[in-house]
């Protein structure tokens, strides 16, 4: 079974400082890990994944993450923090292979806001 | 290339009606799924399909039903509506390299 906890709900940054959203997950196999960003009353819009390769993948609206098998961590930044960013953000896993490769388990979710 | 759309936007329905929520892709994707999204509990896999014909449950399966008789549509049917069935819900279709949300239902059961 796999899950995703995202340590805390309510992230408060200022504009132009750095974003820094947590995301652990759990899996029993090598995880698919995916961020996606929801503005209000919209739908869900990915922001970056990994799959397999390097590490530290790079996103969207200039966002990256990167992966730490060892503590089973995809942490999402962003430098410099825009008015626009803020949203809510989703951190999610899947586990690899057969028809369960986008069988999506979602963190609880993040909210940003961006104080100017 | 419209993506994955879903119907209605938005419905209010009454415990104990019934009602299908619509999905439909243009995308020639196999997998298609369904979720929920509630305040605080992020979104959860109610049911997912792999294929034509082919379908199972997700975390959150209860109350709802779905079938996929054809590659672009999929379903999501509340038999017999409950306050709890209110929430936003989200229908998704995936390549093999990503997945693909629709805009959202938001349905209210009073």
């Known amino acids: 079974a796999q899950s995703v906890t995202q340590l805390g709900s309510h992230v408060s940054v200022s504009e132009g400082a750095l974003v820094l959203l947590r995301c652990n997950y759990s899996s029993s196999v090598p995880p698919y890990l995916f961020w996606y960003v929801q503005y209000p009353n919209q739908g869900l819009q990915l922001l970056l994944k990994?799959?397999?390769?390097?590490?530290l993948v790079k996103g969207i609206n200039g966002f990256e993450a990167e992966f730490k098998k060892s503590e089973t961590s995809f942490h999402l930044t962003k430098p410099s923090a825009h008015m626009s960013d803020a949203a809510e953000y989703f951190c999610a896993v899947s586990e690899t292979g057969g028809g369960s490769n986008y069988k999506l388990t979602f963190g609880k979710g993040t909210l940003l806001t961006v104080n100017p | 290339n419209a993506g994955v759309t879903q119907t209605p936007k938005f419905q209010v329905l009454k415990t104990g009606q019934s009602m299908t929520l619509q999905c439909a892709q243009d995308?020639?994707?196999?997998?298609m799924s369904w979720y929920r999204q509630d305040p605080g509990m992020g979104l959860r896999l109610i049911h997912y399909?792999?294929?034509?014909?082919?379908?199972d449950q997700g975390e959150v399966p209860n109350g709802y039903n779905v079938s996929r008789s054809t590659t672009e549509d999929f379903p999501l049917r509340l038999l017999s509506a409950a306050p709890s069935q209110t929430s936003v819900y989200f229908c998704?279709?995936?390549?093999?390299?990503?997945?693909?949300f629709g805009p959202g239902t938001r349905l209210t059961v009073t």
């Open positions: 998704a279709s995936s390549s093999t390299a990503r997945e693909y």
């Open positions: 399909s792999v294929g034509a014909g082919i379908t």
């Open positions: 990994y799959t397999t390769g390097a590490t």
């Open positions: 995308m020639n994707h196999e997998y």
